[in-house]
């Protein structure tokens, strides 16, 4: 896991879909959710990052591996042991 970096936020469904963007539910995911006419609402999917190889991690998984590769940059509130966006740049 020593070279294991988180890329960006995703979202991932029950059937195990992912949807990829810079931050969670921003202009890039809707756009792909529209793309894909998806009728189960967004928000009831799971938040969480994916790494360099497309792996989802949650959002306490990505928090320690983001850590671990000095990803963190700065802190936000609500963060500690959670992964934001806003951890990362």
Not at 14 to 28: K, S, W
Not at 55 to 81: H, L, N
Request: with cysteine; glycine share 8%.
């Amino acid at each position: 896991m020593s070279n294991t970096r988180i890329v960006c936020a995703a979202i991932r469904d029950n059937a195990g879909r992912i949807i990829c963007g810079p931050r969670h539910y921003d202009l890039t995911m809707h756009k792909t959710l529209s793309y894909m006419h998806c009728l189960q609402p967004p928000k009831l999917w799971e938040q969480g990052f994916i790494d360099q190889n497309g792996k989802f991690y949650s959002r306490k998984e990505a928090f320690v591996i983001a850590s671990a590769a000095g990803q963190i940059i700065r802190r936000c509130g609500g963060d500690d042991g959670v992964l934001y966006s806003e951890n990362l740049y």
